[in-house]
């Protein structure tokens, strides 16, 4: 049970310090991002796409779906993040570089 509340207490503030990040960023660059029941959704209008951060509860992970893909990211102990093991890039790296495929000049 401990390690069910661990991962819902780092999940939940993975996603709220990603949306922090992003809701800031969203004044300079055109999407909106919105938080809601646990999962982020980063919206942009032209064409419509949404990519979608939400927690697994039962899988321990931090699923992304962007560009019609899936990333599943896991707790990294040493890096104190979620990180995508074949890249090594974590929550807020993976995000940036999906967002810049549309934004090219997008910058946390």
């Known amino acids: 049970m401990r390690e069910d509340q661990e991962f819902q ?16 960023a969203s004044e300079d ?5 919105d ?3 646990g999962a982020l959704t980063v919206e942009f209008e032209e064409p419509r796409e949404r990519f979608v951060v939400s927690p697994n509860g ?4 931090i699923w992304v779906s962007a ?4 990333f599943k990211l896991d707790w990294d102990e ?8 074949r890249t ?5 790296e993976l ?8 934004l090219p000049d997008f910058a946390l």
């Open 35 to 37: 938080i809601g029941f």
């Open 95 to 102: 995000m940036a570089a999906q967002i810049r495929q549309r």
């Open 67 to 70: 560009h019609v893909q899936s």
């Open 78 to 85: 040493k890096r104190t993040a979620f990180v995508l093991a």
């Open 9 to 24: 207490a780092r999940a939940e503030e993975a996603v709220n310090a990603l949306y922090k990040t992003l809701a800031r």
């Open 58 to 61: 039962p899988a321990r992970q």
């Open 29 to 33: 660059y055109d999407f909106d991002v």
């Open 88 to 92: 090594g890039e974590s929550l807020e």
